[in-house]
C-alpha cells in the first residue's frame, strides 16, 4: 500500500498537536519524513504508530488558559527577594 504522504500541518491537525511539535520530531530524528523540494511530508499512518510506540510528543497541549500563578510565588509582588 503506497503512503499518504501529508505536509506537517496536516498531521499534525489529524494528531492533535502543534505542526511545530510534529517538525521539532523530524529534526530530532524521532519521525521520517519526505524531503520533496523544500517541504516536507509525513506518512500519517508511520507517524501515528511512531508516538504511539514512542508516547511521542512530549509536549503537553494546552487548553489556551494560563494555569494560576501560586499564591506567594516567586513570581508575586509581595515576594521577598532573594
Known amino acids: 500500500m503506497k503512503p499518504t504522504l501529508l505536509s506537517a500541518k496536516e498531521?499534525?491537525?489529524e494528531l492533535g498537536v502543534s505542526a511545530q511539535s510534529i517538525r521539532r520530531a523530524y529534526w530530532r530524528g524521532e519521525i521520517?519524513?519526505?524531503r520533496i523540494s523544500a517541504m516536507l511530508y509525513f506518512d500519517l499512518e508511520r507517524v501515528q504508530r511512531i508516538f504511539l510506540a514512542k508516547g511521542l510528543p512530549r509536549?503537553?497541549?494546552h487548553s489556551g488558559a494560563r494555569p494560576p500563578a501560586p499564591a506567594g510565588g516567586a513570581h508575586s509582588r509581595n515576594a521577598p527577594v532573594r
Do not use: C, D, S, T
Request: avoid cysteine; charged fraction near 10%.
Open 11 to 13: 498531521v499534525a491537525q
Open 59 to 61: 509536549i503537553v497541549r
Open 32 to 34: 521520517p519524513a519526505y
